[in-house]
C-alpha cells in the first residue's frame, strides 16, 4: 500500500491512516558536538596563536605582546562551541576553560617556536617537538616568569569572550 499525504503551509496532514508519521529530526544540538567542535577550534587557534607570536618575536627572542590574539581564539572557540553545541547550559563554561587552555598552550607552543629558532640561528638545531615534549615544565617556568597583569588580563577577557559568545549564539 502506498501512503499518500499532502503538505500544507502548517505541516503534514495524512490522508490515508496507515500511513506511519514521517521520522522527527534528530535534534543535532548538545553537548558532545560541542565540545568536540570547541576541542577542534581550541587546538587550530592555539597553534596559530603561536605561530603568530613566532612571527611577530623580534631577533632577541622577545615577542611582541598581542592583545587581540587571545581575544581572537576566545571569540572562535565561543563561536564554534555555541554554534554547534546549541542550547546546553554547560558549553559557555566549557567554552570559557577551552580558552583558557588554548591561550597558554598557544603561548608555551610560541615560545617552543622561538627558543628553536634561536637555538638554529647559534647552530643548534632543537625540534619545537623536542622542546614541547621533552622540556615541557622549562616552557611552563618561562611562561610564569613572563607573566604579567596584561597577560593574565587579556587571556580572562579571551575566556569572558568565549563565555558570552557560546551562550550568546547557543540560545539561536
Known amino acids: 500500500m502506498r501512503c499518500s499525504h499532502s503538505v500544507t503551509s502548517w505541516g503534514v496532514f495524512f490522508v490515508s491512516a496507515d500511513c506511519p508519521p514521517p521520522p522527527v529530526a534528530r535534534d543535532r544540538n ?79 607552543f610560541g615560545t617552543a617556536l622561538i627558543q628553536s629558532h634561536l637555538a638554529s640561528g647559534l647552530g643548534n638545531d632543537i625540534p619545537v617537538t623536542d622542546l614541547f615534549l621533552h622540556h615541557f615544565a622549562a616552557l611552563c617556568q618561562a611562561w610564569k616568569h613572563d607573566a604579567d597583569v596584561k597577560r593574565i588580563v587579556a587571556l580572562w577577557f579571551a575566556a569572558l569572550a568565549a563565555y558570552g559568545l557560546a551562550r550568546r549564539f547557543g540560545r539561536g
Open 30 to 108: 548538545g553537548l558532545r558536538p560541542g565540545l568536540v567542535a570547541g576541542v577542534l577550534v581550541a587546538i587550530v587557534a592555539a597553534l596559530a596563536y603561536g605561530g603568530l607570536l613566532r612571527a611577530l618575536a623580534h631577533g632577541n627572542g622577545h615577542s611582541t605582546e598581542l592583545g587581540y590574539g587571545p581575544l581572537a581564539v576566545g571569540a572562535l572557540v565561543g563561536l564554534a562551541v555555541g554554534k554547534v553545541g546549541g542550547r546546553d547550559a554547560r558549553l559557555p563554561v566549557a567554552a570559557l576553560l577551552l580558552t583558557i587552555s588554548a591561550v597558554i598552550l598557544g603561548d608555551l
